[in-house]
């Protein structure tokens, strides 16, 4: 069974970072896109930062020039660098993936969620 690992949430003050590591594991076949999701109180879901197995990246306008994403292939992990913080960042973060378990069964899964807060 496929899981998503998260981990690097806390509390920080603004202006600070954080790293956000997210590891799948399980039996997987390949992962065609891993990326993050966030949730703030009384908002929806909203999409962070999307990498595919590609290379190619995507970005919400909020964020941008302020978070960075990357992937270790090797590893089956993702990883959200996000500097500059502000308090409208805070939030529950989501890792996602889409796993491929064999050639034709692929999967959407997703994290228990980290909680980052960022107030002085």
């Known amino acids: 069974q496929v899981q998503l690992v998260e981990s690097g949430g806390g509390l920080v003050q603004p202006g600070g970072s954080l790293r956000l590591s997210c590891a799948a594991t399980g039996r997987i076949f390949s992962i065609n896109a891993m990326g993050w999701y966030r949730q703030a109180p009384g908002k929806q879901r909203e999409l962070v930062a999307v990498?595919?197995?590609?290379?190619?990246?995507n970005y919400a306008d909020s964020v941008k020039g302020r978070f960075t994403i990357s992937r270790d292939n090797a590893k089956n992990t993702v990883y959200l660098q996000m500097d500059s913080l502000k308090p409208e960042d805070t939030a529950v973060y989501y890792c996602?993936?889409?796993?491929?378990?064999?050639?034709?069964?692929?999967?959407?899964?997703w994290g228990q969620g980290t909680l980052v807060t960022v107030s002085a």
């Open positions: 990498g595919t197995s590609g290379g190619n990246t």
């Open positions: 996602n993936a889409r796993v491929f378990t064999s050639v034709l069964r692929n999967l959407e899964v």
